[in-house]
């Protein structure tokens, strides 16, 4: 279900805006994750105390080939990253996510949150993947409309 989940849920959204000609990247990846499969492995971590399903992993600035990384040591303050609670399921994973990719962006640490939650809050889960009562295994050969509830 991971790899499906993380090949089906990784979105290559394009960003265009009036301040697309100073970003020195081509668009992002919106990277989402499947979080109880995440805490069968890590069942201690943070995320692991809420009822997560789809979580926002990162927003990746890409070349056609490749990536930048860790553009600057500008960092960003836990005040902040508190301000957007359900954005990321872990501090430091925003942390982390900013340092590795936001930094890339050219974009403000708030700025890149923001724009990161209105791109997540565009994605719908769908209703067999939320409120699950029970852990969902599937294969890569089911459709996820199909399963019941």
């Not at 279900?1 to 290559?12: D, G, H, Q």
């Not at 970003?23 to 499969?37: E, H, I, N, R």
């Not at 805490?39 to 809420?50: E, S, V």
């Not at 708030?110 to 209703?127: A, G, I, M, N």
Request: charge should be positive.
């Amino acid at each position: 279900m991971k790899n499906i989940l993380n090949s089906l849920l990784i979105l290559a959204i394009l960003y265009t805006s009036a301040h697309a000609a100073q970003k020195p990247f081509d668009y992002y990846v919106m990277s989402l994750s499947w979080s109880p499969q995440f805490c069968a492995t890590h069942p201690k971590d943070n995320q692991c105390t809420r009822n997560y399903g789809i979580v926002l992993h990162g927003l990746w600035p890409q070349y056609n080939k490749g990536y930048p990384q860790s553009c600057s040591k500008e960092w960003i303050p836990a005040a902040l990253i508190r301000s957007f609670p359900d954005l990321h399921p872990s501090e430091k994973l925003a942390i982390h996510e900013w340092q590795k990719h936001g930094t890339c962006s050219g974009l403000s640490p708030r700025d890149y949150l923001k724009l990161s939650q209105k791109l997540k809050q565009s994605v719908v889960t769908p209703d067999t993947l939320q409120n699950l009562a029970k852990p969902l295994r599937v294969t890569a050969v089911v459709n996820i409309r199909t399963i019941p509830r």
